[in-house]
């Protein structure tokens, strides 16, 4: 079955790094998603993306983010100059419609020390 | 403001009992509602949707109610197995473009 694929797992840095997730959407994909989830909170909307482009984005998506698809197959989410209450688990998904079923990966979980 | 809560966080039913967990949300424009299942550690796996053009829709063991007019969603699961322990939780939006989640319900399933 096709599923979304994150990685890393799980990164730990250092308060003021960069970093980058990356997510495998699914191939016929055409809308990507990023969402996070602080630990014990619910999980909440960051970014959606279409046609290389944002289509919608949330108040905690400021200029410190930004996604991008690199490639064919790739869609990265950017966290310049990380803060501590970045840390959390940050899910990418993808859906085949705008308003179709969202199919989530596995998350990479984000610790800034 | 948008929001959408559930009315518990914690729900502990018999092994083969049906399990019914509740959403309320507030904002009268979303259009699409879905169930989502959490296990530790894990994405959200999707259960099951409605549109607001419905009041009722069936999947495989789950049943999802649509109340408009309270503003409510539920999630009914039959004859409830060890595997449904999980977070359940709801989400709205218009669309599925940018879904708003509600705060989790913890389901546990005791033998």
């Known amino acids: 079955e096709p599923e979304v694929t994150q990685t890393p797992s799980h990164q730990v840095t250092q308060m003021g790094q960069e970093v980058i997730l990356r997510c495998v959407p699914i191939?016929?994909?055409?809308?990507f998603y990023w969402y996070r989830q602080i630990l014990g909170q619910k999980v909440e909307f960051l970014v959606s993306f279409y046609n290389n482009e944002i289509s919608e984005k949330s108040e905690i998506f400021d200029d410190q983010f930004s996604v991008e698809r690199p490639d064919g197959s790739n869609f990265t989410l950017k966290i310049r100059s990380t803060k501590l209450e970045d840390s959390a688990m940050y899910f990418c998904?993808?859906?085949?419609?705008?308003?179709?079923?969202?199919?989530f990966g596995e998350g990479s979980r984000l610790t800034v020390l | 403001g948008e929001s959408v809560g559930l009315h518990l966080p914690t729900l502990s039913v018999q092994e083969g009992d049906n399990s019914i967990i509740n959403c309320a949300y507030s904002?009268?424009?979303?259009?699409?509602f879905i169930w989502y299942k959490q296990e530790s550690g894990k994405g959200p796996q999707f259960i099951i949707d409605i549109r607001s053009n419905m009041d009722k829709r069936q999947g495989q063991r789950v049943t999802v109610l649509l109340n408009k007019t309270v503003k409510h969603l539920s999630l009914q699961i039959a004859a409830t197995q060890p595997g449904d322990s999980a977070v359940y939780f709801c989400?709205?939006?218009?669309?599925?473009?940018?879904?708003?989640f509600g705060q989790g319900t913890r389901l546990t399933i005791n033998p």
């Open positions: 904002n009268s424009a979303s259009d699409y």
């Open positions: 998904a993808s859906s085949e419609l705008p308003s179709g079923e969202l199919f």
């Open positions: 191939s016929n994909h055409l809308y």
């Open positions: 989400a709205e939006g218009q669309g599925a473009q940018k879904l708003v």
